[in-house]
């Protein structure tokens, strides 16, 4: 809920491309979404950590 | 009234703090930390890191029965562990390990939604030669989303120290007295080339890439966080980074297999005749009173570490060659021993305080106080080698301990011939016996002495005036 290190922007796309075929996927739809954005001019949705926050229970 | 202390190096982390005194040490947490560890505290992953001794022994305890109020509502008390030794006294295989503790427990936390705050090698400690991660109050709620926060930590403080060792053969432990906070990303980048004979793994990603993600996105107000976490950056993918990691970090090889000092116990000129007497001697002064902490000086492969463990508590046996200390290391972790410390320390080197205020990291005199101390076939070296005086050396010992087992190589000792040869005549003449006998008994009182069966060495156990 509260880390006091800061997660830099370089180090998260890192983290999802390192993870191999399943990260990887998550690198394409970041590229997607940014190119989309730069088209159509529209900025990108927002996640809304909260509203899917049950991380109590088990894997996201 | 507390009698506890907040720890100088416990000041990062907003939501949870460490104090030590009364022979105990207490983790105490804010109500946002105490909210936190509350909810991971049962989790199954938890339970078992603290069942299998990978995480801290831990007794949850009301704040005030430490003494300690608000703004702390709750608190947790630790065993003190024996002596606390930091990352640039490890060897390669010791940071190897508490590098594979850490992304172990991470991994095991994702599986349960906890995160892991951090990912800092001095969150682990050496019990003996086994590695304990300390830091229960790293554990917290992960949030869907979340990233790992402790990668570019994890990078810079365990993984390129590793790659620096393996791959070029560098030691690391000079960089990391260096910084507290290990080598920059950057840093890395600019020392590691590519190799074609020798494919360096991990280094496109974590390094290359990495170094350029970070420069790509210095300036940038882009909120990547939620864009990952949108794109589905999830616990399992960061699950699937950390088995890679894993694989990359227990891939890594300790390059050098010799150095000066890796074949001392083997070597014809130096085998001593005079070695069981010399047991004899180190055994007879140690057993002859109980001893909590004993350091070995210059231990080498441990023969005296482990005549001293067995009439002491713990016994830290430090030496100035890595490679030395990592053979030692593996053997006792074979062993599962718990009473010997091994240590990468150069006393003529050791470094003072790092960190913030220079206190965060004391240096080495600063972290224990030995019962008693050994300093055997070591310090013509400090006076030789690195001109040190005997004087200065036996000061620090008459500071460091109530009493000492000392070994003083005559001037016609064949290792000390060796050491002068390419010295200047006459300036190591007050390097004799006499000398050394004046210089210590104005500062020790000599409880029983041997002249070596060798003719050329006496060994002296000494209490302080």
Same mark, same amino acid.
Request: hydrophobic letters at 40%; one cysteine or more; glycine letters at 8%.
């Given at each position: 809920?509260?880390?006091?290190?800061?997660?830099?922007?370089?180090s998260?796309?890192?983290?999802?491309?390192?993870?191999?075929?399943?990260?990887?996927?998550?690198?394409? =739809?970041?590229?997607?979404?940014r190119? =989309?954005?730069?088209?159509?001019?529209k900025?990108?949705?927002?996640?809304?950590?909260?509203?899917?926050?049950?991380?109590?229970?088990?894997?996201? | %009234?507390?009698?506890?202390?907040?720890?100088?190096?416990s000041?990062?982390?907003?939501l949870s703090?460490?104090?030590?005194?009364?022979?105990?040490?207490?983790?105490?947490?804010?109500?946002?930390?105490?909210?936190?560890?509350?909810?991971?505290?049962?989790?199954?992953?938890?339970?078992?890191?603290?069942?299998?001794?990978?995480?801290?022994?831990?007794?949850?305890?009301?704040?005030s029965?430490?003494?300690?109020?608000a703004?702390?509502?709750?608190?947790?008390?630790?065993?003190?562990?024996?002596?606390?030794?930091?990352?640039?006294?490890?060897?390669?295989?010791?940071?190897?390990?508490?590098a594979?503790?850490q992304?172990?427990?991470?991994?095991?936390?994702?599986?349960?939604?906890?995160?892991?705050?951090?990912?800092?090698?001095?969150?682990?400690?050496?019990?003996g030669?086994?590695?304990?991660?300390?830091?229960?109050?790293?554990?917290?709620?992960?949030?869907?989303?979340?990233?790992?926060?402790?990668y570019?930590?994890?990078?810079?403080?365990?993984?390129?120290?590793? %790659?620096?060792?393996?791959?070029?053969?560098?030691?690391?432990?000079? %960089?990391?007295?260096?910084?507290?906070?290990g080598?920059?990303i950057?840093?890395?980048?600019?020392?590691?080339?590519?190799?074609?004979?020798?494919?360096?793994?991990?280094?496109?990603?974590?390094?290359?890439? +990495?170094?350029?993600?970070?420069?790509?996105?210095?300036?940038?107000?882009?909120?990547?966080?939620?864009?990952?976490?949108?794109?589905g950056?999830?616990?399992?993918?960061?699950?699937?980074?950390?088995?890679?990691?894993?694989?990359?970090?227990?891939?890594?090889?300790?390059?050098?297999?010799?150095?000066?000092?890796?074949?001392?116990?083997?070597?014809?000129?130096?085998?001593?005749?005079?070695?069981?007497?010399?047991?004899?001697?180190?055994?007879?002064?140690?057993?002859?009173?109980?001893?909590?902490q004993?350091?070995?000086?210059?231990?080498?492969?441990?023969?005296?570490?482990?005549?001293?463990?067995?009439?002491?508590?713990?016994?830290?046996?430090m030496?100035?060659d890595?490679l030395?200390?990592?053979?030692?290391y593996?053997?006792?972790?074979?062993?599962?021993?718990?009473?010997?410390?091994?240590?990468?320390?150069?006393?003529?080197?050791?470094?003072?305080?790092v960190?913030?205020?220079g206190?965060?990291r004391?240096?080495?005199?600063?972290?224990?106080?030995?019962?008693?101390?050994?300093?055997?076939?070591?310090? +013509? +070296?400090?006076?030789?080698?690195?001109?040190?005086?005997?004087?200065?050396?036996?000061?620090?010992?008459?500071?460091?301990?109530?009493e000492?087992?000392?070994?003083?190589?005559?001037?016609?000792?064949?290792?000390?011939?060796?050491?002068?040869?390419?010295?200047?005549?006459?300036?190591?003449?007050d390097?004799?016996?006499?000398?050394?006998?004046?210089?210590?008994?104005?500062?020790?009182?000599?409880?029983?002495?041997?002249?070596?069966?060798?003719?050329t060495?006496?060994?002296?156990?000494?209490?302080?005036?």
């Amino acid at each position: 809920m509260f880390s006091y290190l800061d997660a830099a922007s370089g180090s998260m796309i890192i983290t999802a491309i390192a993870g191999g075929m399943a990260g990887l996927g998550v690198a394409v =739809k970041m590229w997607t979404a940014r190119v =989309k954005s730069k088209i159509t001019g529209k900025p990108m949705p927002e996640f809304d950590s909260s509203a899917e926050d049950d991380s109590s229970s088990s894997h996201d | %009234m507390s009698t506890i202390q907040q720890d100088p190096g416990s000041f990062r982390d907003p939501l949870s703090k460490v104090f030590v005194g009364d022979g105990k040490v207490v983790r105490a947490f804010t109500d946002m930390g105490a909210k936190d560890i509350d909810a991971v505290w049962k989790k199954k992953s938890m339970q078992r890191a603290l069942e299998s001794g990978d995480l801290i022994e831990s007794t949850i305890v009301e704040p005030s029965s430490v003494g300690l109020s608000a703004p702390w509502v709750s608190a947790m008390t630790h065993p003190l562990v024996p002596f606390i030794s930091y990352p640039y006294e490890w060897t390669f295989s010791m940071l190897q390990d508490a590098a594979l503790l850490q992304l172990k427990l991470s991994r095991a936390a994702l599986t349960d939604g906890i995160g892991v705050k951090d990912a800092t090698p001095y969150n682990v400690q050496f019990i003996g030669s086994r590695a304990q991660f300390i830091d229960a109050g790293s554990f917290e709620v992960r949030r869907k989303g979340d990233p790992w926060y402790g990668y570019q930590q994890f990078c810079e403080m365990f993984l390129y120290p590793l %790659m620096l060792q393996g791959y070029l053969g560098v030691g690391f432990q000079q %960089m990391l007295r260096g910084s507290v906070n290990g080598i920059s990303i950057d840093t890395m980048r600019k020392l590691l080339p590519a190799s074609v004979l020798h494919p360096r793994k991990g280094r496109l990603t974590h390094v290359v890439l +990495h170094a350029a993600a970070q420069k790509r996105y210095a300036d940038s107000n882009v909120d990547i966080k939620s864009q990952a976490a949108k794109s589905g950056l999830n616990a399992q993918v960061l699950d699937a980074t950390m088995k890679k990691l894993e694989g990359i970090v227990a891939g890594i090889n300790l390059g050098d297999k010799k150095s000066t000092w890796s074949e001392y116990s083997e070597r014809g000129h130096y085998i001593e005749s005079s070695l069981d007497e010399k047991q004899k001697f180190v055994r007879d002064a140690v057993a002859s009173a109980p001893r909590k902490q004993v350091w070995d000086i210059g231990c080498n492969d441990g023969v005296f570490s482990r005549i001293a463990s067995a009439h002491s508590d713990y016994v830290v046996a430090m030496d100035a060659d890595p490679l030395v200390i990592d053979r030692l290391y593996n053997t006792l972790k074979a062993e599962k021993n718990e009473k010997i410390l091994p240590l990468y320390v150069d006393l003529t080197d050791s470094g003072g305080g790092v960190g913030w205020r220079g206190q965060e990291r004391p240096g080495i005199f600063n972290r224990g106080k030995p019962d008693i101390v050994m300093a055997l076939a070591v310090i +013509h +070296h400090m006076a030789i080698t690195f001109h040190v005086p005997l004087a200065s050396q036996l000061d620090m010992f008459h500071d460091l301990s109530p009493e000492l087992i000392i070994e003083m190589p005559h001037a016609d000792d064949p290792m000390v011939k060796k050491l002068l040869t390419n010295k200047r005549d006459g300036i190591h003449d007050d390097f004799n016996l006499a000398e050394f006998e004046r210089l210590l008994e104005a500062r020790f009182t000599v409880k029983s002495k041997m002249l070596l069966s060798s003719g050329t060495r006496t060994i002296f156990y000494a209490i302080r005036k």
